[in-house]
């Protein structure tokens, strides 16, 4: 895979782009039925950004993370990584680039339940081809990140909802990817659960420079992230820095868009 920097000017300087999409389209056949889940979206995500996608449920936050991680193919449109077109890659690239440039993280942590915790984050070690004394060290150490290196034993059924997510986000670190795609991440977690994730969502964003690509309900991320992206009916009806959106009182300004 071969690898260019891209850089955006804006305002504030110029800004080197991990992610770009052009005129992304999404149809889905049922049937006689097409639902036209992403309609033309367009948008770039800077390196070491830490981007929010709000919408509706059932706007397209799912689907364009699914085209953006490389996990389904547009019908219409490209996602560039690294400027590098997905479409383009061998099934072998695909792979390595789901394994190694993006973590993934989901609402429903996604943990094999016979497995202990660091089992659990060096299964994508495994497939990198980690040996396993390095894949259990590197283990240890991010379970250590999250604050469960003391449960590495234990399994998903012994931990909590917050527990397990911390799992998912150590495994999803496994192989020092250069984004998390993190789709409603506490979306089954209480309100200070949640935001004990979303602080070390942070912490991954500022002290490893990882980019958070993060699709929520929870209006509080909003504190902590550099960009919102409100989608509906899949378009992007909105795209702005944190502060240019204003926060009021019940409410955030862009609440409209929900
Ligand atoms: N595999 C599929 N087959 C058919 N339709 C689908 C499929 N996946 C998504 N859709 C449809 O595409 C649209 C967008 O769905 P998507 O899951 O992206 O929404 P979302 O914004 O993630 O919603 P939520 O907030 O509920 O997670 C919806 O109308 C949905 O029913
Ligand atoms: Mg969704």
Redesign the pocket.
């Known amino acids: 895979m071969s690898e260019t920097t891209a850089t955006t000017s804006t305002a504030g300087g110029t800004k080197p782009v991990i992610i770009r999409t052009i005129g992304l389209q999404k149809h889905?056949q049922?049937g006689q039925v097409t639902?036209q889940?992403l309609r033309g979206v367009s948008v770039e995500i800077y390196r070491g950004e830490f981007i929010c996608i709000m919408?509706p449920?059932?706007?397209?936050?799912?689907?364009f993370f699914n085209m953006v991680g490389g996990l389904d193919s547009p019908t219409h449109g490209r996602v560039f990584i690294d400027e590098v077109d997905v479409a383009q890659l061998s099934a072998v690239e695909l792979a390595f680039l789901r394994c190694r440039k993006i973590g993934y993280i989901f609402q429903q942590y996604n943990l094999v339940q016979y497995m202990t915790a660091l089992e659990n984050v060096t299964v994508p070690m495994a497939f990198a081809g980690v040996e396993s004394d390095e894949a259990r060290e590197r283990g240890l150490a991010l379970l250590d990140l999250v604050g469960l290196k003391e449960r590495w034993f234990h399994k998903p059924i012994e931990m909590s909802g917050g527990q397990q997510q911390r799992v998912a986000i150590a495994r999803s670190m496994a192989n020092n990817p250069q984004v998390l795609l993190c789709d409603?991440p506490t979306g089954n977690l209480d309100l200070k659960t949640g935001a004990e994730i979303h602080a070390l969502l942070k912490r991954l964003n500022t002290e490893r420079n990882v980019t958070i690509i993060c699709?929520t309900h929870d209006h509080r991320l909003l504190n902590i992230c550099d960009r919102m992206m409100w989608i509906r009916d899949g378009q992007v009806q909105r795209l702005a820095r944190r502060d240019e959106v204003t926060v009021e009182t019940g409410g955030i300004g862009g609440d409209e868009h929900e």
């Open positions: 889905y049922m639902t889940a919408g449920s059932g706007s397209g936050k799912s689907t409603e699709a």
